[in-house]
């Protein structure tokens, strides 16, 4: 399979804990995005990369959230001091330049308790 | 700023009816514009996408889509719908100058009647 993988597919956790999820984009496509989609609303844009570098976070939705794409591969979203506002879909998708589709994962879905 | 309407929360079509789903957006330039479905429990998979050229563009599963720069659209159509066509459609426009940010509708949600 050569598409995009999260994982895990679900988390749950109780509020205040930190959880990290992962992305593998298909390989060789050098931009990496991350969106986090609540019930009934479409995808909201969260950050991105290009290779290494994160190009555009400010859309992130607060402090607590933070991502990394350390060797420009995988990358990880993490959440710290979760609060129940933070159970959504969270999903990644990567694609190979600027004018390029972007082909999504299956998501994580993480419910706080 | 960006952005995306889908004024239609949830159509019911009868099985082998014709479909078209309604998209209109707000963007300075020539947008980028994609369809995507997501059934539930999978990822969003893309239908069809324009990024210039011929405004009517072909996708998967039968459906198209017309770009109307004058009327700031992008509906889906699809001549006869199938039962397997029940998903949550979602439109979305990619903000070239920005890194290609995708900012997506709320989705319309398609029921099938058989």
């Keep these: 399979d050569t598409g995009v993988s999260q994982d895990p597919r679900h988390k749950i956790t109780k509020r ?6 992962r992305c593998d984009p298909i390989s060789e496509h050098n931009r990496l995005y991350w969106y986090r989609q609540t019930l009934g609303q479409g995808p909201e844009f ?14 992130l939705l607060s402090d607590r959230f933070s991502a990394e794409r350390p ?8 959440i710290q001091r979760t609060e129940q506002g933070d159970s959504a879909m969270y999903l990644c998708a990567s694609s190979l330049g600027v004018t390029d589709t972007q082909y999504f994962g299956p998501g994580t879905r993480l419910t706080v308790l | 700023a960006q952005s995306v309407t889908q004024p239609d929360i949830h159509i019911t079509v009868s099985e082998g009816a014709s479909l078209e789903l309604r998209c209109n957006y ?7 514009l994609f369809w995507y479905v997501q059934s539930p429990g999978q990822g969003l998979q893309l239908l ?12 998967i599963k039968g459906f198209e889509a017309e770009f ?25 426009v990619g903000a070239r100058d920005t890194g290609n940010q995708f900012y997506f509708g709320t989705g319309t949600s398609l029921t099938v009647i058989p």
């Design chain 2, 68 to 92: 109307k720069r004058s009327q700031s659209s992008f509906n889906l159509r699809k001549p006869s719908v199938h039962w397997s066509d029940a998903a949550e459609y979602f439109c979305a």
């Design chain 1, 46 to 59: 969260l950050t991105y990369f290009q290779n290494e570098a994160q190009l555009e976070k400010s859309r």
């Design chain 2, 26 to 32: 707000s963007y300075g330039a020539t947008p980028y």
């Design chain 1, 71 to 78: 060797k420009g591969s995988f990358s990880t979203l993490e």
């Design chain 1, 16 to 21: 205040g804990q930190n959880v990290t999820f």
């Design chain 2, 48 to 59: 069809l996408k324009y990024f210039s050229g011929d405004t009517l563009v072909q996708g």
